[in-house]
């Protein structure tokens, strides 16, 4: 029977939301067929590597944001020599950092929002861009610290008093629906719509109950769901990223035009997130998502 560690908690914002994706993975891979060892990871990392001893045959990573999935735990994890599921250190990083990633996506010829990175003290002063626009962290996932400055709005300056994010990233506001799609290797799964409670899909639409409502496949044109899973596909080659993906998208209906926001190489891994979601349409169970993550496991590449 093929051991297999499950990495879950972490030190980001993201803690609790990776708690859950790594209990729900580590009873999936148990009725998978694999002996499963749940390790929650602090701050220590010499009680990490304990807990990876003896060793695994392999790791599935289910951490969420920073020191998760930003290239950190996986360069841990390639110097020991341990295979792990999903992207390595340099797609990793590049895919966490909204400046990197969209330098990469834009080199790839892939469509983009216009946007800046600044200090934040630039926004208390004056609006970087023309309104509407989006402020969020360089190096954060599930909408941590994000939000929408509107024509009218007056809380700008609280922005940026508030802020504790380091350098921001402000970003033309694309109107539209909201479509996420995701990806196993070189193959789209589907297209989902998501729709929030809300105007705006932050974390409390994410993660709490009612906070949005998952449409699937996605009520759009057909060439448009087509366009958006070769965005998806050739965002998760551009990054050089493995085992599983979901790259989040815009569809401005009014201007015919899809805009690729991000990719999130560690996406939600509970048995109702979106991407087992996806998979489940596509004939795939949870149980059998993350075995074919962990037959992906890989160091060193």
């Not at 599921?85 to 590049?94: D, E, I, Q």
């Not at 800046?116 to 962290?137: G, H, N, T």
């Not at 350098?167 to 995701?182: D, H, K, Q, S």
């Not at 085992?243 to 509970?270: F, H, K, S, W």
Request: net charge negative; glycine share 8%.
């Amino acid at each position: 029977m093929m051991r297999v560690a499950v990495l879950m908690g972490g030190m980001s914002s993201e803690r609790e939301v990776s708690l859950n994706s790594g209990k729900q993975v580590c009873e999936a891979l148990r009725q998978a067929g694999y002996a499963v060892t749940p390790v929650v990871v602090t701050e220590d990392l010499a009680a990490l590597l304990a807990a990876l001893t003896p060793r695994p045959e392999a790791v599935f990573n289910a951490l969420h944001g920073r020191f998760g999935e930003d290239g950190t735990i996986q360069g841990v994890l390639d110097y020991i020599g341990l295979p792990y599921t999903h992207s390595g250190v340099r797609a990793s990083a590049m895919a966490m950092d909204k400046g990197a990633a969209k330098a990469v996506f834009a080199a790839a010829g892939l469509p983009i929002a216009a946007h800046r990175i600044i200090d934040i003290a630039e926004l208390a002063e004056s609006d970087p861009l023309p309104r509407p626009f989006v402020v969020k962290p360089v190096n954060e996932g599930s909408s941590v610290g994000v939000s929408i400055v509107r024509a009218g709005d007056n809380h700008r300056a609280e922005i940026a008093a508030q802020w504790r994010f380091g350098p921001a990233m402000v970003e033309e506001y694309i109107p539209g629906r909201e479509l996420t799609v995701g990806v196993l290797e070189d193959r789209a799964l589907t297209v989902t719509e998501i729709i929030p409670a809300e105007t705006f899909y932050d974390y409390t639409a994410k993660y709490a109950a009612g906070g949005s409502r998952h449409v699937l496949p996605a009520n759009i044109p057909a060439d448009v769901a087509v366009s958006a899973k070769e965005i998806a596909v050739a965002a998760h080659k551009a990054l050089g990223c493995r085992g599983a993906t979901r790259a989040d998208l815009r569809y401005d209906e009014a201007a015919g035009r899809l805009i690729l926001l991000e990719v999130n190489t560690q996406p939600g891994m509970t048995a109702t997130s979106l991407l087992p979601e996806q998979a489940a349409l596509e004939g795939m169970d949870f149980p059998a998502l993350c075995a074919w993550m962990v037959e992906r496991a890989a160091c060193r590449v």
